[in-house]
């Protein structure tokens, strides 16, 4: 598997797909259902200081992605944040801890102290085990703060790790 920098033209009509399929099954992103593609790729293709990668398949098929940048300004902006998505079918295949163990490595290169996760839904139990054995904290959990589609009203943990 290749982890690179993602690009508008050439990887966004790729992750759209499994980006709008993810959102839609309303189990981990509070993102508006109805998105549209433009509308998506605002919310998800960062600039700088922040970045956006992309997994790819040894058949060259985007299999994943994650965007990352500070997760606050001016004060804040000395610890990270990410978001990650893998493409359903893709799944169990080591893809997000892929794209997460470079999100580390690129937070440590940048220079940030931490990275905090704000939002991990806490029935998403695949995210909160690998961020877990990543040597993620939760730090608190809202309750109530996510409309699940299949759960109802479920929490949302904010998740932490000091980098070395």
């Known amino acids: 598997m290749l982890i690179r920098d993602a690009t508008d033209d050439k990887d966004w009509p790729s992750i759209y797909p499994f980006f709008s399929e993810i959102v839609a099954a309303g189990r981990t992103y509070a993102y508006p259902d109805d998105l549209s593609s433009d509308q998506a790729r605002s919310c998800w293709m ?16 985007v299999v994943g992605t994650a965007t990352m940048g500070p997760n606050r300004p001016g004060r804040g902006s000395h610890v990270a944040t990410a ?5 359903p079918h893709q799944r169990n295949r080591g893809v997000g801890r892929a794209l997460a163990n470079e999100v580390l490595d690129w937070a440590r290169r940048e220079g940030y102290r931490a990275i905090q996760f704000n939002a991990v839904v806490e029935t998403n139990q695949a995210a909160v085990h690998l961020w ?11 309750p109530e703060a996510f409309d699940h589609a299949e759960h109802g ?12």
Do not use: E, N, Q, W
Request: proline share 5%.
């Open 153 to 164: 009203l479920v929490g949302l943990h904010v998740m932490y790790r000091r980098l070395p």
């Open 46 to 61: 960062t600039k700088a200081p922040g970045r956006t990668i992309v997994a790819v398949g040894a058949d060259g098929v």
């Open 83 to 87: 978001s990650f998505m893998v493409d």
């Open 132 to 142: 877990k054995s990543l040597g993620f904290d939760v730090l608190a959990t809202v």
